[in-house]
């Protein structure tokens, strides 16, 4: 096993870098690293602010990075170009994000690995590697059940005034913004699925509320139906999520789960100790 590597965990929002140098552990965080989002010369200088002045980068053996974007061979190419611009003398092993997750819940085993953060996604992992996925269809078509999808309803049921008098008061006192900042900032601005996912905290803070439980699972349903309903895996082995939004909302995946007579694994809010694990037992 090689001493010195670190292992990034990229979403869209953020970017988590463990470096281990020998038995010393560091954690570095940067903004999500996206080559949909950022070109090869921005993701370098972020890597490079990020790391500026914490580590050597030429004591580096390996960097193990997932993330997301990165079944797009074009995306893969952009984020090796940009590694081995920082770390040139290290080994990469480049991976989607939902390898993180299946490594991290699965290790060896067999299991469904499943996303919901600011996007989502799902596949059938067969203890080596994912062999069926769901197309990623992005924030516009796709992302069931994801922090966007689900902040995308909060602002359409404030924006069409569907919230009701207590809640359209509880939206306008915490975001005071308008209808005009709102669409300027979704398709004029750079990043708009992590504008709206930011909205799905909303949904955290009025739990409770009919309206407010009614987006929340209808909204993880249409994860179960777009994705775990396709793979006839689900109702053969342990599913397993990670993300924000399914460790937040754990409770409504385990409800559906038994009215889909699924088993779930674990749910975990990062993939990060579960891909220490498996890292630290390769040889």
Not at 44 to 73: C, H, M, W
Not at 187 to 204: C, D, G, I, T
């Amino acid at each position: 096993m090689r001493n010195n590597y670190i292992i990034a965990d990229s979403g869209a929002t953020k970017c988590q870098w463990t470096v281990v140098v020998g038995k010393q552990k560091k954690t570095i965080t940067t903004i999500g690293i996206s080559p949909y989002f950022l070109t090869t010369t921005q993701i370098i200088e972020t890597i490079q602010k990020g790391f500026q002045k914490k580590i050597d980068p030429k004591i580096i053996d390996a960097v193990y990075f997932y993330g997301t974007g990165l079944s797009n061979p074009l995306n893969v190419a952009s984020i090796k170009k940009a590694l081995k611009t920082v770390f040139s003398k290290a080994k990469l092993d480049i991976q989607t994000d939902l390898v993180a997750v299946a490594r991290a819940t699965c290790q060896h085993h067999k299991g469904v690995a499943c996303i919901l953060g600011t996007g989502s996604n799902t596949g059938y992992y067969n203890g080596k590697k994912i062999i069926k996925s769901s197309p990623g269809l992005g924030y516009v078509l796709g992302d069931e059940g994801s922090g966007a999808y689900l902040g995308k309803k909060v602002l359409q049921y404030y924006l069409y005034q569907t919230f009701d008098e207590e809640l359209l008061h509880s939206f306008e006192s915490k975001y005071q913004i308008s209808k005009d900042q709102i669409l300027d900032a979704i398709y004029k601005q750079p990043l708009p699925n992590r504008y709206m996912a930011s909205f799905a905290q909303f949904l955290s803070e009025h739990r409770g509320h009919y309206m407010i439980e009614n987006i929340i699972e209808d909204g993880i349903n249409d994860f179960f139906f777009a994705h775990l309903n396709k793979l006839n895996e689900s109702w053969l082995h342990p599913i397993h999520f990670a993300g924000s939004v399914a460790f937040v909302f754990r409770d409504v995946i385990k409800q559906l789960a038994t009215a889909y007579e699924l088993e779930i694994g674990k749910i975990i809010k990062s993939t990060m100790e579960g891909l220490l694990v498996y890292h630290q037992q390769e040889k």
